[in-house]
């Protein structure tokens, strides 16, 4: 006997006429076990696609911000220096 033949019950069913086989409740818990890591685990990789969408987009949007920001202090900077050059 196998491993998979031994780890099965065997249940005859009248109305189909032939031996049903299922998994015993050790066999089934594994399986259970096993769907559930791998359950898991999928959400766990799509929390962290997410994760690092977010964080691309974040820094992205940092960026863009930075850059206008420093963009719009030279201008400030600038306007106010040549207002000063022409004052002084």
Request: proline share 2%; with cysteine.
């Amino acid at each position: 006997m196998t491993n998979q033949q031994a780890c099965r019950c065997e249940k005859f069913c009248v109305r189909r006429k032939k031996l049903l086989r299922r998994p015993c409740p050790t066999q089934q818990r594994r399986w259970d076990v096993q769907r559930k890591k791998k359950k898991k685990k999928k959400e766990q990789e799509e929390q962290n696609r997410r994760y690092q969408i977010e964080l691309f987009v974040f820094s992205f949007a940092a960026k863009f911000y930075m850059s206008t920001l420093c963009s719009k202090a030279h201008f400030f900077l600038s306007q106010r220096h040549g207002l000063m050059w022409l004052e002084g």
